[in-house]
């Protein structure tokens, strides 16, 4: 399983030398197995440039669009690079989008009010390709080879996490969860979500003193990162959803405060994800 890191950070976009190393696109991460079709978590941003990047190599070879996206909730980090994802322009695309069932009407209803006119120039029905919208609630269904696990995790709104597992490696994707008050106590879904994967990708917006202003604002702590992922027997950790107020130099010395941490020690690597990078993970 490779995984790809097209967008790294929370919140808002960033731009400017100062974010050269873990990159200023939001939420958007690439899931390949062998030759199946992609599964994307999340529509941040970074899913402009997996667009990008994606569609030559599909139109070089007479092929469009077959993909899967998981969004784990509808902030704007999480969704502003649907409209701009350049591969649903051709004929005959199918995309399948997955995301929380929400309170305010159906998925489809509210993903259409946000792309749609006054926020965007035109509705989409009107991108050539299909996207077919599909409602979660906590469930386990298969994307190809891939078998997905759905849970709720604590945020401000409905927000699910996931687990994808394929070939025996598990991948889990917290990208936002709100951290309680004495930043240990685990939900039982978050523990489900994470035990024993190969990788947890997970919320680390905050430093301690960050959090104490910002307790409610749906995030977690470097710290508390790192207590999730060895708490489930996790093997890595990448810290991820980094703040727009850290730039590379506090990125680089949050990274290290999280791998010097006692609770770091039961993985085996903690890590900081950065736009661009892909993981390859075996068992
Ligand atoms: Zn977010
Ligand atoms: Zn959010």
Do not use: N
């Amino acid at each position: 399983m490779d995984v790809t890191f097209f967008g790294t950070r929370g919140s808002c976009p960033c731009s400017g030398s100062d974010y050269s190393e873990f990159g200023g696109s939001t939420s958007c991460v690439l899931i390949e197995d062998g030759d199946d079709h992609p599964l994307i978590l999340d529509a941040g941003t970074g899913l402009r440039t997996l667009g990008a990047w994606m569609r030559p190599e599909l139109l070089a070879s007479g092929r469009v669009l077959q993909a899967t996206i998981l969004l784990t909730h509808l902030h704007y980090d999480h969704l502003l690079g649907l409209p701009f994802f350049t591969p649903l322009l051709d004929p005959g695309a199918k995309l399948d989008l997955y995301g929380p069932t929400q309170d305010a009407g159906s998925l489809e209803e509210v993903i259409q009010a946000a792309v749609s006119p006054p926020f965007f120039p035109i509705q989409m029905r009107e991108f050539h390709g299909d996207v077919t919208l599909h409602s979660l609630d906590e469930e386990e269904f298969g994307v190809g080879t891939m078998s997905v696990m759905s849970r709720w995790v604590p945020h401000v709104g409905p927000t699910l996490g996931y687990r994808i597992e394929a070939g025996g490696v598990v991948v889990a994707y917290l990208p936002d969860h709100q951290a309680p008050l004495d930043r240990d106590l685990i939900t039982d879904g978050v523990m489900e979500l994470c035990r024993d994967a190969d990788l947890v990708i997970h919320d680390s917006q905050y430093d301690d003193d960050e959090f104490v202003g910002r307790s409610d604002w749906g995030h977690s702590t470097v710290a508390y990162a790192v207590h999730v992922a060895a708490a489930a027997g996790a093997r890595a950790l990448k810290l991820f959803h980094h703040d727009p107020s850290h730039d590379d130099d506090r990125l680089f010395e949050l990274e290290a405060f999280a791998a010097s941490l006692p609770s770091a020690h039961h993985l085996e690597s903690v890590t900081s994800a950065r736009e661009g990078q892909t993981i390859l993970l075996t068992r």
